[in-house]
């Protein structure tokens, strides 16, 4: 068995970096999502990884700024009631696009819209409710002190890994299926693909005979885009640890923003959805740019002085990733169990895309490689 990995590191889109040195930044995943049912929780303690159970700060707002209490619990309860209508059409078995279930007229939907774009990576009309439905969210939100990517590394370090082998081609026309890669041809009786849905789409990799059914699964379930900055803060004592701040209330286009995670003289900013494309776009410096604007105008400008860019990450420019995480198309969420079907017992296929109720997360790609990884058993007679 190997790892072919193109990159030069275990990880994928769950990738921790030092910031600076006394900041871990997770440029990629960073919450332990559906906690009590996360894979990456033994992991974690068998690897000796603190788990930090502090609660996500994600329906605060420090100092009120600029979002006062009563604000707050409008749109609470605004978000809560989509949700309820979504899940109550989504009985119905029939998709239908999201955004259809939002309230006409109501003055918090640029802010649900908002949120769905750090949850789904896009704007709502862009969601399937029966996918959305499907989503296992048990409410409880842990993190990983030193790192989920840094996790995910030290729990791949054992695999058999070739890094920096990009492969371009699978042909499983012959008896046994041969992979191009950029670093030479091997052959091998099975194979996991787990590269993100939109490189399948892309034909970054190609199948030989075309896999045409997996192509179309691929595009229903398009990677959406969130991005992540990482900003210094200077006196940081101003702040109240594990804070959170929207950047704005009556808009979609905004940023979330983490105050002092796990205590570190630093704030996480985090954009998604078109808005988050815009600003990759912008190239360098225009995320930090933005997240320094939008916090400056809820603290006061003297939080200009006080923020210094320390890392962005840009998803959709990266060419192994090209996005974030998959969401359903409207009308797709059948795709994920496409994706994930074996084909001629000899190519499988694994990744967050493909897990029925954990996709867009990391153990819901760790669990999906474990289910694929027990196919190929299966298909060689070994349970
Ligand atoms: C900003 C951001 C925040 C997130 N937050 C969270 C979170 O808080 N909690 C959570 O659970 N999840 C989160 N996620 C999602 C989570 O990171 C992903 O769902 C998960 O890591 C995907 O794992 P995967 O194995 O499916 O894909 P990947 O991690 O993308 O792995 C695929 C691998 O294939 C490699 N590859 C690509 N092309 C080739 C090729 N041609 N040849 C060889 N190798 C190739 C890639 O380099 C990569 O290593 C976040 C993601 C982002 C980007």
Redesign the pocket.
């Known amino acids: 068995m190997v790892v ?4 030069d590191r ?5 990738h921790t970096i030092m910031a600076a040195p006394d900041i871990a930044f ?8 559906s906690a009590e049912k996360n894979s990456f929780v033994t992991i974690a303690e068998q690897l000796n990884f603190e788990i930090d159970k502090t609660r996500p700060p994600w329906r605060e707002q420090s100092h009120d700024a600029g979002f006062p209490p009563k604000e707050r619990s409008d749109f609470i309860e605004a978000i809560d009631e989509f949700y309820d209508r979504a899940e109550e059409a989504a009985k119905s078995g029939r998709d239908s696009t999201a955004s259809a279930w939002l309230d006409p007229g109501n003055r918090w939907n640029p802010m649900i819209d908002a949120i769905s774009t750090y949850v789904n990576g896009c704007e709502l009309d862009r969601v399937s409710i029966l996918d959305m439905d499907a989503y296992e969210d048990t409410g409880i939100n842990w993190r990983v002190r030193r790192g ?1 990517g840094a996790l995910m590394a030290a729990y791949g370090a054992p695999c058999p890994l070739a890094l920096n ?4 081609l699978i042909d499983h026309s012959g008896k046994r299926v041969r992979i191009e ?1 950029s670093q030479g041809t091997l052959t091998a009786n099975q194979v996991i693909v ?3 849905t939109n ?1 399948i789409v892309d034909q ?2 190609r199948f030989h005979p075309t896999l045409p059914a997996k192509v179309a699964a691929a595009r229903g379930l398009p990677l959406g885009l ?3 900055v990482m900003l210094a803060l200077d006196q940081p004592e101003a702040l109240p640890k594990d804070g959170n701040l929207r950047g704005a209330t009556m808009r979609t286009a905004m940023g979330a923003f983490h105050l002092r995670p796990f205590g570190q003289a630093c704030i996480e900013g ?1 954009f998604g959805g078109r808005f988050a494309q815009q600003l990759e776009d912008a190239g360098d410096g225009a995320m930090a740019a933005q997240a320094i604007d939008e916090i400056a105008a809820l603290l006061g400008s003297d939080f200009r002085r006080k923020l210094k860019p320390l890392a962005a ?1 840009r ?1 959709a420019h990266d060419p ?2 090209r996005g ?2 998959s969401h359903a198309l409207p009308g797709h969420a059948g795709a994920r169990a496409v994706l994930a079907a074996p084909v001629d017992g000899r190519l499988f296929f ?4 493909t897990s029925p109720n954990f996709f ?6 760790r669990d ?2 474990e289910r694929a990884a027990g196919e190929v058993m299966g298909s060689l007679g070994k349970k």
């Not at 275990?10 to 769950?14: A, E, K």
């Not at 082998?165 to 371009?168: A, H, I, K, M, S």
């Open positions: 072919l990995e193109a990159r275990v990880g994928g889109r769950g997770d440029l990629g995943c960073g919450w332990l999502h989920y082998c990009e492969v371009r890669t787990t590269v993100p490189l970054a990799i969130a991005d992540k985090y990450s998803w192994f990733a974030s995480y694994a990744g967050e895309a867009s997360t990391a153990h819901g790609a999906s490689g």
